[in-house]
């Protein structure tokens, strides 16, 4: 039989040892929701947003748009390798605050974009999603709200330019 000496030591190394497990386990994790793309990277593994635009509001205004995102300058060489494009799996979302009220996809380039707003002059932001890329990106200006507007159109898009998220 053993002592209760060494029971006690045992307990204690079997405890550092399931400690140890149990740090090395909860420093391998990440959180679900946090986006595991490299920051140094314009390609990333955010999946296809989950954006539902309100279209509760009377207000509405229609904008058709070009996404130019200029990664030349900070990432060329992924650029370069990658090939980057917009495609029919786009998608572009206005916002008003955080209430998403407009989505489109592509359509040969263009993004044709139906927003509803609670009122006028209101500032809203856009947001693009890439499929190529899987990330996201949003236009540097914000666009202020009025209803029946028509912002851009096939002739002469309206071309925000746009950063990394």
Same mark, same amino acid.
């Given at each position: =039989?053993? /002592?209760?000496?060494?029971?006690?030591? !045992?307990?204690?190394? @079997?405890?550092?040892?399931?400690?140890?497990?149990?740090?090395?386990?909860?420093?391998?994790?990440?959180?679900?929701?946090?986006?595991?793309?490299?920051?140094?990277?314009?390609?990333? &593994?955010?999946?296809?947003?989950?954006? #539902?635009?309100?279209?509760?509001?009377?207000? #509405?205004?229609? =904008? %058709?748009?070009?996404?130019?995102?200029?990664?030349?300058? #900070?990432?060329?060489?992924?650029?370069?390798?990658?090939?980057? !494009?917009? /495609?029919?799996?786009?998608?572009?979302?206005? @916002? &008003?605050? %955080?209430?998403?009220?407009?989505?489109? !996809?592509?359509?040969?380039?263009?993004? @044709?974009?139906?927003?509803?707003?609670?009122?006028?002059?209101?500032?809203?932001?856009?947001?693009?999603?890439?499929?190529?890329?899987?990330?996201?990106?949003?236009?540097?200006? #914000?666009?202020? @709200?009025? !209803?029946?507007?028509?912002?851009? /159109?096939?002739?002469?898009p309206f071309t925000p330019k746009f950063t990394k998220h």
């Amino acid at each position: =039989m053993k /002592s209760i000496a060494s029971q006690v030591l !045992n307990y204690r190394n @079997f405890s550092k040892l399931i400690l140890c497990a149990l740090l090395l386990f909860a420093a391998g994790c990440k959180d679900k929701n946090e986006p595991t793309s490299d920051p140094q990277s314009i390609v990333g &593994d955010l999946p296809v947003p989950a954006w #539902t635009p309100a279209m509760e509001y009377d207000m #509405t205004s229609s =904008m %058709t748009l070009i996404v130019k995102v200029d990664l030349s300058i #900070t990432y060329p060489e992924q650029v370069a390798s990658i090939g980057w !494009n917009t /495609s029919p799996n786009d998608l572009l979302a206005a @916002f &008003d605050g %955080t209430n998403c009220i407009g989505i489109a !996809n592509c359509q040969d380039g263009l993004f @044709f974009l139906y927003v509803t707003a609670p009122k006028d002059g209101n500032q809203l932001t856009l947001t693009y999603y890439s499929a190529q890329l899987k990330n996201l990106f949003d236009a540097e200006q #914000t666009i202020s @709200f009025h !209803n029946d507007a028509i912002i851009g /159109s096939v002739a002469a898009p309206f071309t925000p330019k746009f950063t990394k998220h």
